[in-house]
């Protein structure tokens, strides 16, 4: 049985015909090559793709973006020592590599918007390649710091060209699952990847952890090259028209409500190692299996998060909002007692991973003409607040106020969004969207 839906980009209709179950072949995509196209250019794995293929070479993909942008906390102590420097100080390496995405993202995707999905993430892929190699070989902080940004360039449009193309081989009625999915590679390098990468920095050094990150980085590449198809890029785009999309209050109320909305996670996460071994006592192994842990908490969050998106999108956002600033409020409170310090912040990786997702679809549908814009700058906007929750935490734990305080910034951000949430514009009259067909 396959489900019929219409491409949204102005001016360009394309009839899909798209399976409902992940394992059958993605049979309308030969419709998307260009005609005359030398089809030697693809794989025949890309010209015939079957969907559980590309999504889970998208998936891989997710799994090295989570590698590269959340190791970072794991090896923090190690980078300490090597670079000779602060935590406060790779606080802001971290921040870099978010307004590399804040920068990259709309960047990309308003230059490149004719471009094919398949050469775009082809392209993106191999800077997200390069820039692992570089991270491993930079010498001081100062370059890591310019470094990391360079590797969140590609970040956003990375993510979203793979969320526009894992949405049409699923269907649009399923796009919360298609992003789910994506999601779900990126919440499961925090349960294998981080973790691991903290043992490795511990045992080997914070370089070697970023070896790892570089070899997830060729696999990546290699799938995107081996499965992905030939969709294009909307042939009317053009940067003027691209940046008239970008107007509008329900657009750039999401945007706000997402980036202060989302810090909590990047005040929390970005200094979660000092905040269980300073402040709880943990050990360094034991701190492993807490991310592990915090990894799954994260999973579980992406899983419930497509299905309850999919449901009602407003609804999804509204619940997992409530929930990350309940959890924000204990750890400010409660974050020096081990156990429950543990507790908030399985609850509070759950919680906001609902919150991710739905706010990842609604700027999808709120850029209904341009989903791919729309789902890179939902990301843009998802790693502007890891660098406001990041940033803020540092200026709070340099100005002494320890590890629990940043929890305080993040909360009072959170109550601002879920207010935007409840009463901005393209919010307070959409409080669920339709139903998928069963």
């Not at 993106?124 to 570089?134: C, E, H, P, Q």
């Not at 990894?295 to 969050?301: K, P």
């Not at 020096?336 to 549908?365: E, K, N, W, Y």
């Not at 305080?405 to 879920?418: D, E, G, K, R, T």
Request: with cysteine.
């Amino acid at each position: 049985m396959a489900l019929a839906w219409r491409s949204r980009l102005p001016g360009f209709a394309i009839a899909h015909d798209t399976p409902r179950l992940i394992g059958e072949t993605v049979t309308d995509l030969f419709s998307t090559l260009d005609a005359g196209q030398p089809r030697w250019r693809l794989p025949r794995s890309a010209r015939d793709p079957r969907a559980w293929h590309v999504l889970a070479a998208f998936a891989v993909v997710g799994f090295g973006i989570g590698l590269t942008q959340n190791g970072a906390a794991g090896v923090v102590q190690d980078q300490v020592a090597d670079l000779d420097t602060t935590v406060d100080v790779l606080g802001f390496t971290m921040v870099a590599y978010s307004l590399g995405v804040v920068v990259g993202a709309p960047l990309l995707m308003v230059g490149l918007g004719r471009m094919g999905r398949r050469p775009l993430l082809l392209a993106t892929s191999a800077m997200f390649l390069l820039t692992s190699v570089a991270t491993v070989l930079a010498p001081t902080v100062e370059a890591l710091m310019v470094i990391r940004f360079l590797a969140g360039v590609p970040h956003g449009a990375l993510l979203g060209a793979a969320s526009y193309v894992a949405m049409t081989v699923l269907g649009r009625e399923r796009r919360g699952r298609a992003v789910s999915i994506i999601m779900l590679g990126l919440t499961t390098s925090l349960i294998v990847g981080v973790p691991f990468m903290q043992w490795l920095s511990n045992a080997s050094g914070w370089r070697m952890a970023y070896v790892a990150v570089t070899l997830v980085a060729v696999v990546a590449f290699a799938g995107v090259w081996a499965f992905t198809p030939n969709v294009p890029g909307n042939p009317h785009a053009s940067p003027r028209a691209e940046l008239r999309a970008l107007r509008g209050r329900p657009l750039w109320t999401a945007i706000v409500a997402v980036t202060v909305g989302f810090a909590g996670l990047g005040a929390v996460f970005s200094y979660i190692v000092p905040l269980l071994e300073v402040t709880n006592g943990f050990g360094a192994d034991q701190v492993t299996w807490i991310l592990v842990v915090w990894g799954c908490a994260m999973t579980l969050g992406a899983y419930l998060g497509g299905r309850l998106t999919d449901r009602s999108h407003i609804g999804a956002g509204r619940l997992g909002l409530g929930l990350a600033s309940l959890a924000l409020l204990g750890i400010a409170v409660l974050g020096d007692m081990p156990a429950v310090t543990v507790a908030l912040l399985v609850l509070l990786g759950c919680s906001i991973q609902i919150f991710s997702q739905s706010s990842q679809v609604h700027l999808m549908d709120v850029m209904h003409g341009s989903p791919s814009l729309g789902s890179a700058l939902a990301h843009a906007a998802l790693n502007a607040a890891t660098a406001l929750g990041t940033g803020l935490g540092a200026l709070v734990i340099a100005a002494g106020f320890g590890y629990q305080a940043p929890a305080w910034a993040a909360l009072a951000l959170a109550a601002v969004a879920m207010v935007m949430i409840t009463l901005g514009p393209g919010y307070r009259d959409l409080s669920r969207t339709p139903r998928a067909a069963p």
